[in-house]
């Protein structure tokens, strides 16, 4: 096993239950120290703290399991899903049969990322340290009684960091179909895990879905950046008098056009190819209710002062469109873009068109996407639900 020694001074954020020990704060390796592994960490003093995996390529050295002395091994991995299998079980509505089982390290898995579709999974492997355990962690994951199959989507940014190329197929037989057929909410979706964005679908949007149902009586909304039309179902399940679906991709309005006549809205309103930032920019109309929900426009931290400029875009043309009272859902999956930088941002944006909002509602990741208390910059999912005065 390797043995990992911090610097002085540097073991407080392990006390202290940070999952991730960055390059800078090593002082030593013993062990094979060009080898991915399970590693001991210990402070100056040679006092043990915490164990892990060590991947020696990666700027964050060491992705922490555990702060006791225990084996990293199948039992484990079994014992860990087996924990966040039941706070879903707990505490997830009986008409939802997909969400995250895993949530990396707010599961205390780092790197791990499984979604569940019905009865199937989709595993995402982040870290080289992972990749040694794969077969273990499908095995206890094929372990569990409602999995019929297991596919691997890992692909990203943080795989290329690790020095990992990208990894999909199946991992456990038989191969999910086209199209996974899922009910959230009682409402059905199709979930195309091979060809979709991220897994397929956004389990994380899945309380402000339900929220846009509560507001959306007799309201016409605009659902921006929709891809497969999931907050448009929820509007017209909450009574929508009418819905614009807006996506830039062609096979992803295609696939919302069946998922709402799927759920009895054959007429589920206009789907419309185009870009939200020109749309908003153009559009010659108002609507009661917005949705913005834009993919992450600050991939690393250095992309955040260009982002907040496309995020004050958006919101700015979003609110000049709005109806008196009307309202605003919008959101920033940018890890790197703290609450209160997005807060700003809407702010300079309301500011800028002289219109007057309160916020109604904040909005975020649900109960399935849990955050490490230790590891808060894994709340990645920030949202504002807005009214405006007039």
Same mark, same amino acid.
């Given at each position: 096993?390797?043995?990992?020694?911090?610097?002085?001074?540097?073991?407080?954020? +392990?006390?202290?239950?940070?999952?991730?020990?960055?390059?800078?704060? &090593?002082?030593? &390796?013993? $062990?094979?120290?060009? %080898?991915?592994? &399970?590693?001991?960490?210990?402070?100056?003093?040679?006092?043990?703290?915490?164990?892990?995996?060590?991947?020696?390529?990666?700027?964050?050295?060491?992705?922490?399991?555990?702060?006791?002395?225990?084996?990293?091994?199948?039992?484990?991995?079994?014992?860990?899903? %087996?924990?966040?299998?039941?706070?879903?079980?707990?505490?997830?509505?009986?008409?939802?049969?997909?969400?995250?089982?895993?949530?990396?390290?707010?599961?205390?898995?780092?790197?791990?990322? +499984?979604?569940?579709?019905?009865?199937?999974?989709?595993?995402?492997?982040?870290?080289?340290?992972?990749?040694?355990?794969?077969?273990?962690?499908?095995?206890?994951?094929?372990?569990?009684?409602?999995?019929?199959?297991?596919?691997?989507?890992?692909?990203?940014? =943080?795989?290329?960091?690790?020095?990992?190329?990208?990894?999909? $197929? =199946?991992?456990?037989?038989?191969?999910?179909?086209?199209?996974?057929?899922?009910?959230?909410?009682?409402?059905?979706?199709?979930?195309?895990?091979?060809?979709?964005?991220?897994?397929?679908?956004?389990?994380?949007?899945?309380?402000?879905?339900?929220?846009?149902?509560?507001?959306?009586? $007799?309201?016409?909304?605009?659902?921006?950046?929709?891809?497969? $039309?999931?907050?448009?179902?929820?509007?017209?399940?909450?009574?929508?008098?009418?819905?614009?679906?807006?996506?830039?991709?062609?096979?992803?309005?295609?696939?919302?056009?069946?998922?709402?006549?799927?759920?009895?809205?054959?007429?589920?309103?206009?789907?419309?190819?185009?870009?939200?930032?020109?749309?908003?920019?153009?559009?010659?109309?108002?609507?009661?209710?917005? &949705?913005?929900?834009?993919?992450?426009?600050?991939?690393?931290?250095?992309?955040?002062?260009?982002?907040?400029?496309?995020?004050?875009?958006?919101?700015?043309?979003?609110?000049?469109?709005?109806?008196?009272?009307?309202?605003?859902?919008?959101?920033?999956?940018?890890?790197?873009?703290?609450?209160?930088?997005?807060?700003?941002?809407?702010?300079?944006?309301?500011?800028?068109?002289?219109?007057?909002?309160?916020?109604?509602?904040?909005?975020?990741?649900?109960?399935?996407?849990?955050?490490?208390?230790?590891?808060?910059?894994?709340?990645?999912?920030?949202?504002?639900?807005?009214?405006?005065?007039?």
């Amino acid at each position: 096993m390797i043995r990992l020694y911090l610097k002085s001074g540097r073991e407080r954020p +392990v006390h202290n239950g940070h999952p991730w020990i960055f390059s800078g704060a &090593v002082e030593s &390796v013993e $062990g094979d120290a060009e %080898a991915v592994g &399970v590693a001991d960490v210990f402070d100056c003093k040679k006092n043990w703290l915490a164990r892990g995996l060590y991947n020696p390529k990666s700027q964050i050295r060491v992705r922490l399991l555990t702060w006791r002395e225990e084996t990293i091994d199948r039992d484990f991995f079994a014992r860990r899903i %087996a924990q966040a299998l039941k706070l879903r079980q707990d505490f997830l509505s009986t008409t939802t049969n997909a969400y995250r089982l895993i949530n990396g390290e707010g599961d205390f898995l780092p790197g791990l990322i +499984v979604d569940r579709y019905a009865d199937f999974l989709v595993c995402q492997f982040f870290t080289a340290g992972l990749e040694l355990f794969k077969d273990d962690i499908v095995a206890a994951l094929s372990a569990l009684e409602f999995v019929h199959g297991i596919f691997e989507k890992s692909e990203g940014r =943080v795989r290329d960091e690790e020095g990992l190329g990208p990894s999909a $197929g =199946v991992l456990a037989s038989p191969e999910p179909p086209d199209l996974i057929p899922i009910e959230e909410n009682s409402f059905k979706f199709l979930v195309d895990v091979r060809r979709g964005q991220k897994t397929g679908f956004f389990l994380d949007q899945r309380d402000s879905r339900a929220f846009l149902a509560t507001v959306a009586r $007799g309201r016409t909304v605009l659902d921006c950046f929709s891809y497969s $039309g999931a907050f448009s179902l929820y509007a017209l399940g909450g009574g929508a008098k009418e819905v614009i679906t807006l996506d830039s991709s062609r096979p992803a309005l295609e696939l919302a056009e069946k998922i709402l006549a799927l759920n009895g809205f054959p007429d589920g309103g206009e789907l419309l190819k185009g870009d939200a930032f020109a749309y908003l920019k153009e559009c010659g109309r108002t609507f009661d209710v917005i &949705v913005l929900d834009p993919p992450s426009l600050a991939h690393r931290r250095s992309d955040v002062a260009a982002a907040t400029g496309g995020y004050k875009f958006l919101n700015l043309h979003a609110l000049r469109h709005l109806n008196p009272g009307g309202l605003l859902l919008t959101f920033s999956c940018s890890q790197h873009l703290s609450i209160d930088l997005f807060q700003k941002v809407v702010f300079g944006a309301a500011v800028d068109t002289g219109r007057k909002a309160s916020v109604v509602k904040r909005l975020g990741q649900p109960i399935d996407h849990p955050v490490s208390l230790h590891h808060p910059e894994a709340e990645y999912l920030k949202g504002l639900a807005l009214r405006v005065l007039d």
